[in-house]
């Protein structure tokens, strides 16, 4: 009932406020606690900032958002809108849907300041068809989140190649300890290693080919990705039994020590130290490189802020996206998100994860944006359905691919 | 003006002389409304959808049967059917065993009563409820890891294991339908024929011959309600699917119910057009089924039975 209601009011006031001069229409689906609180302090500072303009938030909740954008950006588009970076915008930009913001990314069109310098590592997931259709203002990173202490008693330094990595993985067998704990139930997770392996191993332009349904499951270059997999899933190097645990159920192996690493997003964090791991004992690092000299793109989901192309106010609506873009903005938000700001010019409270993550993006080569963004939704469930079935049946590579291939010519057809 | 007061009269006898057929179908109407609108209309259009290849938003493009021949060539959808078919058989055991608890407990002895209510417990409690508590007593770090361990089976999830998940998540959904059943026969033999077992008594009956040809019979309404039930339960044996394993292993526990919501309304989904023809595959089952059974009702009806 609430959330017809909310929608009612919605509906009504994008119908009502839009056609007033100076009043922007913002729709979002920031509900949860933390983005709503960010949001209410970057809308009141805007406003503040700029007197003249009017804000209208018409907040949707997160699951009717996804069903909801398709329609209100072709019946009645706000000037403003959340979204996502990478493949998952490309259909509304390739309806025309939304507005083209190059202008803003531009070294001329930014106001106080220099916009590519300080996004420049976030600019690629923004780019289609050479052009920029938005501005990121929160994003975290995808890592190794690993036991210090358990590393230190087995002799183990943190692996920067592939090599050390599986060596890593071999001593912690060895001495007991399962190398890396995971939870497929959800499958996503295994996502998560395969972009990995893929980033690594043949580069971040070769991830977005495949992922845009460009390249076939069946090239020789995907069968080396599960080549390297095959040296963690053969071995064992994984945790027994991930197809029955959700993410978190895998955490436990790893707080009471029976596990050592983890490849997992920053919001993991919480739950690490929640069991009772503290930053003495739980430890980040990058994943390590695979095949040298490719250049290390980084996970990093974005979220994002678009105009619609149907905006009735382009001019406040892009005030409003440099606003969202300056660093002082992207700190303060990110501080009550918890996450980390795009801005390079941006600092981040002091926490061991935190800094570790924006040292790390800020110096990114290019950011993918997570297999199930990345790839058109059918897509992404048949493909991390194969990934959670070979890294229980390795044996069952090429039947998997070439399932995954059949599905690849259906869905980008 | 004789001719407008003819009219009127015959107007009103027709009503009279039709009076007696039409009321019946006047009392059916607002039932048969809703039955054409949320039954029969959903059916039609299901069927029609099916034929589109149709995202739920954008235009629909009619594909005709390529929904169809692609189910034929998709091995998620014989999984899915073959998983049917496992849940359609041993499900078939809720009935025996519900039978069994209810003679059983149809005893008279102090507390009875609360017995009864406790063996019929597990029908109140939620399916969501049960699909979650199965899947903690599954979980090797859970209830059952440690006698897993004894017996060898150290660390052993059968709700990861491909070959057994299903199994694990049958044995979930028959807990609280041997309830059902049990419930239905418990009913049943409060209404036995207490002359007939008197008599089978006296002509020499007792044990099993009396149970098999005296009792049992006698129980045949609530036999087949009981099937009919566990059958049409099994079919949409959606919800412990969902909680339990949402079809993974990769696929391995899917049922075409879970797997029609899956392709049509999960996160990933929104292919209105093939989930539509899975749905019409499993209302072509059901159909089948319902046929042969009300087939069967009719034919012992006629015989008087």
């Known amino acids: ?413 | 003006m004789p001719n407008s007061t003819h009219i009127v009269y015959r107007k009103s006898s027709w009503w009279k002389l039709n009076q007696q057929r039409l009321t019946p179908w006047i009392f059916l109407f607002p039932g048969l409304l809703l039955f054409l609108v949320y039954v029969i209309w959903p059916i039609f259009n299901s069927l029609y959808i099916s034929l589109l290849q149709w995202d739920g938003l954008s235009p629909a493009i009619y594909v005709g049967l390529t929904n169809y021949i692609e189910l034929l060539d998709d091995e998620y959808f014989y999984i899915s059917l073959l998983n049917n078919l496992k849940w359609l058989i041993l499900f078939m055991l809720a009935v025996p065993i519900g039978l069994g608890l209810a003679v059983f407990l149809n005893q008279t002895i102090f507390g009875i009563r609360l017995i009864k209510s406790l063996f019929f417990f597990p029908f109140v409690i939620s399916q969501v409820v049960i699909g979650i508590i199965f899947s903690w007593f599954y979980n090797p770090r859970g209830v059952i890891g440690p006698f897993l361990d004894k017996i060898g089976l150290s660390n052993y999830a059968i709700l990861a294991d491909e070959n057994f998940a299903t199994y694990g998540i049958i044995f979930a959904g028959i807990y609280p339908q041997i309830a059902y059943c049990m419930i239905l026969y418990l009913t049943g033999l409060n209404n036995l024929n207490t002359d007939q077992i008197e008599a089978g008594r006296m002509d020499g009956a007792k044990g099993l011959s009396l149970f098999k040809n005296i009792i049992l019979p006698q129980l045949k309404p609530a036999t087949f309600l009981a099937i009919v039930v566990t059958v049409i339960g099994s079919l949409r044996s959606f919800d412990m699917v969902a909680i339990m394993t949402q079809g993974g292993p990769y696929g391995s526990t899917n049922v075409l119910a879970y797997y029609m919501f899956e392709t049509a309304l999960s996160e990933y989904g929104y292919r209105m057009g093939y989930g539509s023809a899975i749905a019409a595959v499993l209302f072509t089952i059901m159909m089948f089924y319902i046929l042969f059974f009300i087939y069967r009702m009719y034919q012992s009806e006629k015989k008087g039975l």
């Open chain 1, 1 to 413: 009932m609430k959330k017809i209601i909310a929608t009612l009011t919605a509906i009504l006031a994008m119908g009502f406020s839009s056609s007033f001069a100076g009043t922007l229409v913002i729709n979002t689906d920031l509900t949860d606690p933390a983005p709503k609180a960010a949001f209410e302090w970057a809308f009141n500072k805007f406003q503040e900032e700029n007197p003249d303009v009017t804000i209208e938030v018409n907040n949707f909740d997160h699951e009717g958002y996804k069903q909801a954008i398709r329609n209100f950006l072709t019946t009645s588009p706000p000037d403003v809108f959340n979204w996502y970076a990478g493949n998952r915008m490309l259909p509304f930009v390739r309806a025309g849907l939304v507005e083209d913001v190059s202008d803003i990314w531009s070294d001329t069109g930014w106001v106080d300041g220099n916009l590519t310098e300080g996004m420049s590592h976030a600019k690629k997931p923004m780019t289609i068809g050479g052009k920029q259709w938005g501005i990121p203002y929160t994003y975290y990173q995808w890592g190794v989140y690993y036991r210090k202490d358990i590393f230190e008693a087995n002799g183990i330094s943190v692996p920067t190649t592939w090599d050390e990595f599986v060596a890593a993985c071999a001593t912690l067998k060895a001495a007991g300890v399962t190398p890396i704990t995971i939870g497929s139930k959800y499958l996503w997770t295994t996502a998560g290693v395969f972009d990995y392996l893929n980033l690594r191993t043949n580069g971040y332009e070769f991830h977005m080919a495949l992922t845009k349904g460009e390249i076939p499951y069946t090239d020789p270059r995907v069968h080396a990705v599960f080549d390297k997999w095959d040296e963690l899933v053969k071995p064992g190097y994984f945790l027994e039994n991930h197809a029955s645990l959700a993410w978190q159920e895998a955490i436990p192996p790893m707080i009471n020590g029976e596990a050592a690493m983890y490849v997992m997003g920053n919001f993991s964090v919480a739950l690490f130290k929640e069991g009772g791991l503290t930053n003495d004992n739980l430890g980040f690092f990058q994943f390590p490189e695979i095949t040298p000299g490719i250049p290390m793109a980084e996970e990093a989901p974005t979220d994002t802020m678009h105009i619609a192309s149907g905006a009735k106010n382009k001019t406040d609506a892009k005030r409003f996206l440099i606003f969202l873009s300056r660093a002082d903005v992207q700190e303060e938000m990110n501080k009550t998100l918890g996450q980390l700001p795009v801005n390079s010019g941006s600092k981040v409270d002091p926490d061991p994860f935190l800094e570790a993550g924006l040292n790390m993006l800020n110096n990114a080569y290019a950011m993918a944006q997570f297999y199930d963004r990345d790839a058109p939704a059918e897509m992404a469930s048949e493909g991390m359905k194969g990934f959670q079935e070979y890294m229980v049946n390795p044996d069952r590579r090429d039947k998997i691919l070439e399932r995954l291939e059949k599905v690849r010519q259906r869905v980008y057809k």
